[in-house]
């Protein structure tokens, strides 16, 4: 089984920025499509960002114009930038993938264990 890792999280104040990244156990080969979700304490989990094979990114309206999601392909790394941050931002985000081919096959329905982002002054 493929594991996605995520890192970066941690407690920024309001208006400040951190870098998430998501790494892959297995060298990648190809994918589906690849998101960030986030669930907040009481909340649903909800996607995001998202980005495909294609190279193309989506955002949910929250987040639009603040987070940018971007992939190294040399090192197989999914990044979300997130600036500009606020409070409701806090939750725990997570990395996803529909679809994750690797040497040892293909992985479908793949998550991170999530990274806590905490916006508070």
């Known amino acids: 089984q493929v594991q996605l890792v995520e890192s970066g999280g941690g407690l920024v104040q309001p208006g400040g920025s951190l870098t998430l990244s998501c790494a892959a156990s297995?060298?990648?080969?190809?994918?589906?499509?690849m998101h960030w979700y986030r669930q907040a304490p009481g909340n649903q989990r909800e996607v995001v960002a998202t980005?495909?094979?294609?190279?193309?990114?989506g955002y949910a309206d929250s987040v639009q114009g603040r987070f940018t999601i971007y992939r190294d392909n040399t090192k197989s790394i999914l990044y979300l930038q997130m600036n500009s941050l606020k409070p409701e931002d806090t939750a725990l985000y997570y990395c996803?993938?529909?679809?994750?081919?690797?040497?040892?096959?293909?992985?479908?329905?793949?998550w991170g264990q999530g990274t806590q982002v905490t916006v508070s002054s």
């Open positions: 996803h993938s529909d679809l994750i081919v690797t040497g040892r096959g293909h992985f479908y329905d793949v």
């Open positions: 297995q060298s990648i080969f190809s994918f589906r499509t």
């Open positions: 980005w495909t094979l294609g190279g193309e990114a």
